[in-house]
């Protein structure tokens, strides 16, 4: 997978590319299914990093990182910017919008992504599974580490 053709995604089954904004609003759109997630900057363009994001301080941890890790962390040339799986796209991807909207809730992974500016500009899709989705989700990793040299941005691990 190249990780930047939108409609190679759309052809390998990703569904829904919704702006965060438009899921803060309205997320009835969620299938409450098993399923990976991607985080796509869809323009690919350059973004601008945040001191303090908008991500919630679940039991008290702040969320924040350097200005130094952030840059060091960003990938170049590719929308995705964050790959993540759930055993119920609808229940984890509201989740990680609430810890987005500073909520505290417990959603750690791909906070990077509410350090970036315009984080609200960024676009959703996924893609339903019957299989474990983190198999899946290794997958998509050991696939953009492949052709990048590194996990996607905001992924902290493998």
């Known amino acids: 997978m190249t990780f930047n053709d939108i409609n190679e995604l759309k052809n390998t089954g990703f569904t829904g590319f919704k702006k965060i904004s438009e899921l803060f ?8 299914t098993n399923g990976v997630y991607l985080v796509l900057n869809i323009d690919n ?14 039991k008290g941890k702040d969320p924040n990182f350097s200005l130094e890790k952030l840059e060091t962390n960003w990938v170049d040339n ?24 500073g909520k505290n809730i417990g959603h750690y992974g791909g906070r990077l992504i509410w350090q970036l500016k315009d984080s609200k500009d960024l676009v959703v899709c996924w893609k339903s599974l019957t299989t474990d989705p983190r198999e899946y989700e290794a997958e998509l990793i050991r696939q953009f580490v492949s052709v990048y040299g590194c996990r996607p941005y905001a992924n902290l691990r493998d």
């Open 25 to 32: 609003l309205d997320s009835s759109i969620l299938p409450d």
């Open 45 to 58: 363009k350059p973004t601008e990093f945040l001191t303090v994001g908008s991500g919630g301080h679940f």
């Open 78 to 101: 590719t929308k995705v910017v964050y790959i993540g799986k759930a055993t119920s796209l609808r229940s984890r991807l509201r989740q990680y919008l609430g810890f987005g909207q």
